[in-house]
């Protein structure tokens, strides 16, 4: 079974400083994706960066990237100089590659404060 | 290109009563997901289209919820009877594809029903 697990279930951050939210995860494929999202108060879920498995360079978008450490199946996000905007619960899902399924963790809810 | 729409945004219902509703994928997707989150938790996984087949259905519980995406374009989610514990945002998902190769999932801003 995949399983996807966060353990932080509340973080927060100054404004501008760095923070960093924790993912563990657990699958038997070899071939699959993980992915961070961001849900805001209005629901939307939105990609906020992804990282395929077979890939060992850390995937980085603008100010968020990821630590990618995949014998030990961990997969936490950086966000750097976090703005207010990134207050929101972000989710750490896994894509199979082979049956196209997407699980996610429990949510972490960052409050960034002024 | 339009989002993935879902409707209504909001359903109150009775417990015993029935309930359905509408997902509109995004046009060309052939998978879609619906999710069910209770508040303060992660989305989980009830059912998963592609085209007009079920993937995965593991964990619909398909004595009172059950899915249809007939011509593998809209899909509806019905529950009969409502449970209270059933009150949860209802997220619908697509993309193209199988695989995840050069591809994400789009999420509507999903239905909050809460049944009394």
């Known amino acids: ?114 | 290109e339009a989002g993935v729409a879902q409707s209504p945004r909001y359903k109150i219902i009775e417990k015993r009563q029935s309930v359905a509703f509408w997902c509109n994928p995004i046009s060309g997707h052939a998978t879609l997901y619906w999710y069910q989150q209770i508040l303060g938790q992660g989305p989980k996984l009830l059912i998963q289209f592609q085209n007009n087949g079920v993937v995965d259905d593991s964990q619909l519980p398909k004595d009172r919820f059950s899915a249809e995406r007939l011509k593998g374009v809209d899909s509806t989610l019905k529950i009969q009877p409502a449970k209270l514990e059933d009150s949860a945002v209802y997220l619908c998902a697509s993309r193209r594809g199988r695989g995840w190769v050069n591809t994400e999932a789009f999420f509507g801003q999903g239905t909050r029903l809460t049944v009394v």
């Open chain 1, 1 to 114: 079974a995949q399983t996807v697990t966060q353990s932080q279930p509340e973080m927060s951050v100054q404004e501008a400083e760095t923070v960093t939210l924790s993912c563990t995860y657990d699958t038997s494929e070899n071939n699959y994706y993980l992915f961070w999202y961001k849900q805001p108060p209005s629901r939307q879920m939105i990609l906020v960066i992804r990282q395929e498995a077979y890939k060992q360079q850390n995937a980085t978008e603008n100010r968020f990237s990821v630590n990618f450490q995949k014998a030990a199946k961990s997969f936490s996000l950086k966000i750097s100089d976090s703005q207010l905007g990134d207050t929101a619960m972000y989710f750490c899902a896994l894509g199979d590659n082979q049956g196209g399924k997407l699980i996610f963790g429990q949510g972490t809810e960052l409050s960034v404060k002024p």
